[in-house]
């Protein structure tokens, strides 16, 4: 395999990130005199609204729009921001108030970032419904710009910045919108773009994880794999289980799988970073979303290989009389 190829897979980049991260981490090497709490939380934010600029300007408005698509945009805001973000919820409650509450803080940043940006590709490759996804993928970032400080909000209340909420909400994911239909039209290969994204998502997650204060309790952070697993692994098999009896398509099912399990790492992070780092407290809210970084990259390799692998899209594409080239 070349070389290109592994910086074009996120699994591989993914999985390599938290390696170093954790080894970066665990040896105490990270340089804080250099990476300050400020500047990390600035950096993050910085490189997220880049990536969210590039990664949006390759989706096209046209043929998404609301008329006579209610039911798909629904759908994907149900799917990828309410569906996913209970679990999340549920456990920083059940949390929030015991000697672990700040760094179960980290699960309201999960449970109120969208999916990935990545879901429209992903769900390309995989013979999904694109379209439904592309339309989905835009509903529900412009969705988010209310969703993800009203999660904020009803999680963490006045102990945080809404003010700082707001503003980093506005950097990453309205200036990002706004600024990427300047660039619909520049050619960006397929390649490069994986590559730099894929880049990008590295740092960030050396960035965070490295600084993270991971307890030395062992029991807390099998809370956090627990409810990583439940948020990942039981409600994307339980979307498959549910749309398959239902009825519902391959292309559709594919969709609404990315857009329930998936969540796009980097807006947690960077939402964390922003608001938790004025207080102090962001290494130590990043261990909730270092652990669902670690089950995520054990998600998107089932996905590939088990519920997604080429067989079984075959043979259910098959079924559905779609011939696979």
């Not at 880049?50 to 408005?61: A, E, G, H, P, V």
């Not at 969709?255 to 004025?278: E, F, H, Q, R």
């Amino acid at each position: 395999m070349k070389a290109k190829d592994l910086l074009m897979s996120s699994a591989f980049m993914l999985s390599l990130a938290l390696i170093v991260s954790l080894l970066t981490n665990f040896a105490g090497v990270f340089p804080d005199q250099v990476f300050t709490s400020s500047v990390r939380s600035n950096l993050t934010v910085l490189i997220l609204a880049i990536m969210m600029t590039l990664s949006l300007s390759r989706y096209s408005f046209r043929n998404l729009g609301p008329k006579g698509n209610g039911k798909s945009i629904a759908r994907a805001i149900f799917m990828g921001l309410i569906l996913s973000s209970i679990i999340p919820l549920v456990g920083y409650f059940l949390l929030k108030d015991t000697e672990w509450g700040t760094e179960a803080a980290g699960l309201v940043f999960i449970a109120a970032t969208p999916f990935a940006a990545s879901v429209a590709p992903l769900t390309y490759i995989l013979r999904g419904d694109m379209e439904h996804a592309a339309r989905g993928t835009i509903y529900v970032y412009v969705a988010a710009l209310l969703w993800i400080p009203f999660i904020i909000w009803l999680g963490l209340g006045e102990s945080v910045s809404m003010t700082s909420v707001a503003i980093t909400v506005i950097e990453i994911i309205a200036v990002p919108l706004l600024v990427s239909r300047l660039l619909t039209k520049v050619n960006i290969s397929r390649e490069a773009l994986s590559v730099f994204l894929n880049c990008c998502i590295f740092f960030l997650v050396w960035l965070s994880v490295s600084s993270t204060s991971f307890p030395s309790n062992a029991w807390i952070l099998l809370a956090f794999i627990v409810i990583a697993a439940l948020r990942t692994f039981f409600l994307g098999n339980m979307v498959e289980v549910v749309e398959k009896r239902a009825g519902i398509p391959w292309g559709q099912r594919v969709a609404d799988i990315l857009m329930t399990s998936y969540k796009n790492k980097g807006i947690a992070i960077a939402m964390c970073m922003a608001v938790m780092a004025p207080l102090g407290l962001a290494s130590t809210a990043m261990v909730a979303i270092a652990t669902s970084i670690i089950i995520e990259i054990c998600w998107v390799i089932f996905m590939d290989s088990v519920l997604f692998n080429r067989k079984r899209m075959e043979r259910e594409l098959a079924a559905e009389g779609i011939a696979v080239e």
